[in-house]
């Protein structure tokens, strides 16, 4: 085919293809070069990021950890407390129960008898069927019921207290 294009139309045109050639893998050589560049800046501050989000990410694990060590210490404090307390309340309610049962305590009742008799009798006739060496006091039944109501109560109220005291340590 170069057989048809004159000689003196040959050369140049083949330098000029040449050229061609030449610079357009030059200039993409270079292209390559500068992206590769920007390739590689680029992946460098990504892994600078990542890193710096690693760092991150670490140091709130951390501290979520020291807060759930120190929320856990701060519970099992109070549960230690407030079951030392109940254990107390429960021993003192025992005792003083032991005590009314064997006669050493003696359970009082404020308790007061109205002047008037609710079943019209008169003051004499009212007064002559009653006893009047008893004193005042409570069955072995409703005794019973006191110091369980009593220790019903005192569980409820340590419990509470234990509750709120859960709140203002997990609050704080």
Known sequence: MLGLIP????????????????????????????????????QSEHAAHASALATAATQASERVRIQERQTAQIVADLDQTHTR??????????????????????LRINASCPADNPAGLSG???????????????DAVAERHYFDLRERVTLMERQLGACQDYVRGILQ
């Open 7 to 42: 000689a003196a139309i040959r050369w140049p045109a083949l330098a000029l293809i040449a050229g061609i050639a030449i610079g357009t893998t030059t200039g993409a050589t270079l292209n390559g070069w500068r992206w590769e560049v920007k390739l590689s800046k680029a």
């Open 85 to 106: 307390a109940l254990h107390d309340a429960k021993n003192e309610i025992d005792t003083a129960r032991a005590a009314v049962a064997a006669g050493e305590r003696r």
């Open 124 to 138: 004499a006739a009212s007064t002559s069927g009653l006893d009047n060496d008893a004193s005042p006091g409570l």
